[in-house]
């Protein structure tokens, strides 16, 4: 069964740093891209970025190139999104889905940046 | 940059056809999906490349594909398919990502 398994909620400070994480199980990881979805209070979908766990190809889009940071660890099967410096307005819950049509999703991860 | 336009709200009554549509230039060249998210849950792939139903996806989800538009229908829409549903595409890359800005689906 593939499933994709995000790291839990977090609560953060403005200026913080943060890493959350979405590790792939029941398929080959290595295979298929990853991507990376937000979802605003109360808003629709936005695409933020992908990532082959193959090779580390990466695609940002251009709404949040510079802004956050994909990665992956192919040794643990996981992917991983950061932010260097949170900002109140990064309030979401963040999703990853598998392929670049989103096949299988995570849970969602719910982030929460307030003073 | 490259957009995808839903109409923000459709309603029907139980068991009325229920269509959601989604344009957008490049459609014609590039498939459309559709998600179904339910209140509090992860979207959930309804249908891919614009009329293909992933297996669990009740029979009564159908795509299709007309020009610069592409349909969601669910045919005798059911109390239980009450949800935000969102269209998506790819950019003339193939990489990027555009999502529409989603459907709320009443049914009552």
């Known amino acids: 069964e593939v499933q994709l398994v995000q790291s839990g909620a977090e609560v953060k400070k403005p200026g913080e740093s943060l890493k959350i994480s979405c590790k792939g199980s029941g398929y080959s990881f290595r295979t298929y891209w990853i991507g990376w979805v937000r979802q605003m209070p109360g808003k629709g979908l936005e695409w933020m970025g992908i990532?082959?766990?193959?090779?580390?190809?990466?695609r940002y889009s251009p709404s949040f190139q510079g802004q956050v940071t994909i990665s992956v660890d192919r040794s643990i099967n996981t992917a991983f999104l950061q932010w260097s410096s949170l900002k109140a307005s990064d309030t979401a819950i963040y999703y990853c889905?598998?392929?670049?049509?989103?096949?299988?999703w995570g849970q969602g991860t719910l982030v929460i940046v307030s003073s | 940059s490259y957009e995808l336009t839903q109409p923000p709200s459709v309603s029907v009554s139980p068991g009325q056809t229920a269509r959601i549509t989604c344009s957008g230039d490049?459609?014609?060249?590039?498939?459309a999906y559709w998600y179904q998210q339910k209140s509090g849950q992860a979207p959930v792939l309804v249908i891919y490349?614009?009329?293909q139903r992933p297996s669990g996806i009740p029979e009564r989800f159908s795509g299709s594909i007309s020009g610069t538009m592409a349909t969601l229908t669910i045919s005798g829409a059911q109390v239980e398919d009450e949800a935000d549903y969102h269209c998506y595409s790819t950019d003339r890359s193939g990489y990027g990502g555009v999502f529409g800005g989603g459907t709320k689906l009443t049914v009552l």
């Open positions: 490049t459609l014609p060249k590039k498939y």
């Open positions: 990532i082959h766990p193959g090779d580390s190809d990466i």
């Open positions: 490349e614009d009329t």
């Open positions: 889905a598998r392929r670049t049509y989103l096949d299988y």
